[in-house]
């Protein structure tokens, strides 16, 4: 599995009982602390193996670094790196650090998985319904972080989330069966789903008012502060979306990028409450898939 359906991970079959399941993420810095941000990015990289349904187990260090900046903040990225593979089970054996103008750190990500058990982006089947592990909006509040314009905005839960690991919901998928599901990353919710629309040749039908999106990056929308990963992914993904009876902010949200998002998990609607009685967080029904359409996005109310 590799390039063919833009899945988040490749995976290489090794035998009949075994595959690996291999990926790598680097982000710039989305919070000052630097401990917070090697563990963001950590979770971000690790959640691609997840997605897969894979079971992370091996990991390399990659971090860009300003020759001129204090190695101490280096080792506090490494060190938060460390603390999330570690909630992971995951062994980091070493990496590589190179001279950049600006910090970049994430991790190269071997996991195991079963080649028969491999959850890709390219099964979603019509009538199937959509549930998405973790709210949106993180790339508005991350930006007005970055721009130092949060004032009166609670962005705690935010970071919360953004260092939770989608382990426990990857999991409860394979438990339970599902037929697709992806990671919600850079491209955001938009472009991810247009990814799985094309990748299963299948359409999908979102519904606004049932995506959990971040009161607080609605707040900052408002304020005027739009993060650069909105306009990237409509640019990219816009003209494969039907948007109808959505409001203006919701709808620049829902394109926005994501960093260390949920799971988007495709599954039969007879699985739903199987799902949500074991996973026992909030993951609710947004959209569901369609024959209609194959390839296309439609968003109603």
């Known amino acids: 599995m590799g390039l063919n359906t833009a899945d988040d991970a490749g995976v290489y079959k090794l035998n009949e009982e075994l595959a690996l399941v291999y990926t790598i993420d680097i982000l710039t810095p989305v919070v000052a602390d630097p401990v917070l941000y090697g563990m963001i990015a950590a979770a971000n990289s690790l959640s691609d193996v997840y997605a897969m349904g894979g079971d992370p187990k091996l990991a390399l260090n990659i971090i860009g670094f300003p020759g001129k900046d204090d190695p101490k903040i280096l080792g506090e990225i490494l060190r938060g790196g460390q603390e999330k593979a570690k909630e992971a089970g995951v062994t980091i054996a070493g990496g ?16 195991y998985i079963h080649p028969a058990k491999i959850i890709t982006n390219a099964q979603a089947k019509p009538d199937d319904l959509i549930i998405l592990t973790k709210p949106i909006g993180v790339g508005t509040v991350v930006q007005s972080l970055l721009l130092e314009q949060s004032a009166g905005i609670d962005y705690q839960p935010v970071i919360e989330a953004m260092t939770t690991l989608n382990k ?4 409860t998928m394979r438990e339970v ?7 919600i990353t850079g491209y955001g919710l938009i472009g991810h789903l247009v990814e799985m629309a094309e990748a299963s040749n299948v359409g999908i039908e979102l519904w606004a008012s049932k ?4 009161q607080q990056a609605i707040e900052i929308i408002k304020r005027g502060i739009f993060e650069p990963g909105i306009t990237m992914n409509q640019n ?5 979306v039907d948007i109808q009876g959505v409001d203006n ?11 260390s998002g949920g799971l988007a998990i495709v599954l039969p609607e007879a699985k739903l409450n199987k799902f949500l ?3 026992q967080k909030p993951a609710p029904v947004i959209g569901r898939i369609t024959k209609e359409n194959p ?7």
């Open 96 to 111: 590589h650090t190179f001279n950049s103008d600006e910090i970049k750190y994430g991790l190269s990500v071997i996991g």
């Open 295 to 301: 390839g296309r996005i439609r968003i109603i109310r």
């Open 249 to 259: 902010y919701v709808g620049s949200i829902l394109f926005g990028s994501e960093t």
């Open 277 to 279: 009685n074991q996973y």
């Open 236 to 240: 990219s993904f816009k003209q494969k």
């Open 211 to 214: 995506i959990p999106i971040y």
């Open 168 to 171: 426990e919901a990857s999991l």
């Open 177 to 183: 069966g599902v037929d697709a599901c992806t990671d």
